[in-house]
């Protein structure tokens, strides 16, 4: 069976993704205990959170990836509105625990157009309920 040409396609897609972002993170960030597991902790944060603004649009999945936002909302509730890895890559670097990644997604955000990552959260959970609506009504 293998791979589909279809889902190598929206895996360079989704890595090219991921890679964007860690370099508008690296080249911003100023990490001044940048350790091996400071790197592999961003690196995974980026593949993570761009699954979670992306994973849908990309792969499809969309009962999946609802649950997947989901379990992330769970977290960021449970960690006071923060990333439990952000949270761990902040103690690293001896910043502050509000401070954020400036990946992909915050260079899209911004407070002063009112687009916020809420604003994209929420965009990203309606096409896949609209998704899965016309999947299994339509």
């Known amino acids: 069976m293998g791979i589909t040409n279809s889902f190598k396609k929206n895996l360079i897609i989704f890595l090219t993704l991921v890679f964007i972002s860690y370099v508008v993170d690296i080249t911003r ?22 699954y979670l603004w992306f994973g849908s649009v990309v ?6 990836h ?3 936002m989901l379990a992330g ?20 670097c001896n910043y502050e625990k509000h401070t954020r990644h400036y990946d992909l997604i915050y260079a899209l ?3 002063e157009t009112n687009f916020t990552q809420l604003t994209i959260g929420r965009i990203v959970f309606i096409y896949d309920i609209l998704y899965l609506i ?3 009504c339509f």
């Open 73 to 92: 909302s769970l977290g960021w509730y449970l960690f006071d509105g923060e990333c439990a890895m952000t949270i761990e890559y902040n103690k690293i």
């Open 134 to 136: 016309r999947k299994y």
């Open 66 to 68: 609802i649950l997947y």
């Open 59 to 64: 792969f499809g999945y969309h009962e999946f």
């Open 109 to 111: 955000s911004n407070y």
């Open 29 to 50: 960030n100023k990490c001044s205990n940048l350790t091996f597991n400071a790197k592999i902790n961003n690196l995974i944060h980026h593949f993570l959170s761009m």
